[in-house]
């Protein structure tokens, strides 16, 4: 109640401007709030710090590295992963799946930590849990994927992986 407050407020201003990530979230503070829609804009992500994720040179493994980094949320791409590689793997092409992320139990969209636990244990990907060092399995990567169709702009880690110099995968949506 008291963000929306203080939002009303600025938007009182007549120099006031609400910047977004996201045309969603724009639209529904706009409406929650009664913003001028010409009074807001939206950014294509707020980019990345090139002196944190700098370029290294990428080590060639045996089985490629395919590194999957997000909210365990279905709407991300885990899922269709899997799916990719239980195809590969009868095609007899190998990659290694590494998962880090955060575990979103609250969100209904939210993969059960036991599935995860269960992918895991039958070999299709690597649980690597929450991780505070983004940097270090990008670079331990060969390909960062994220096939999400979350409505957002472009995903951090892709940004982070292409300053590092990894192949990305995403669909094409969104910001992507």
Not at 65 to 91: H, N, P, T, Y
Request: glycine share 8%; proline share 3%; aromatic share 8%.
């Amino acid at each position: 109640a008291l963000t929306v407050l203080v939002y009303k407020y600025i938007a009182g201003n007549k120099r006031g401007v609400f910047i977004f990530e996201h045309d969603k979230d724009r639209r529904k503070i706009s409406r929650l709030v009664g913003i001028d829609y010409h009074k807001t804009i939206v950014i294509e992500g707020a980019g990345i710090n090139p002196d944190i994720y700098k370029f290294s040179i990428e080590k060639k493994h045996e089985i490629p590295i395919v590194l999957f980094a997000s909210r365990m949320l279905w709407s991300k791409g885990l899922g269709d992963l899997i799916e990719a590689k239980k195809i590969l793997r009868q095609k007899n092409i190998h990659f290694v799946l590494n998962v880090a992320g955060i575990l979103a139990e609250d969100d209904k969209d939210a993969i059960p930590l036991e599935l995860i636990h269960h992918w895991h244990n039958e070999g299709l990907i690597n649980w690597l849990g929450r991780s505070s060092n983004v940097y270090e399995l990008i670079q331990k990567s060969n390909i960062v994927a994220l096939p999400s169709i979350y409505p957002e702009g472009v995903p951090r880690l892709l940004l982070e992986a292409s300053s590092v110099g990894r192949a990305c995968i995403a669909y094409d949506t969104g910001g992507c």
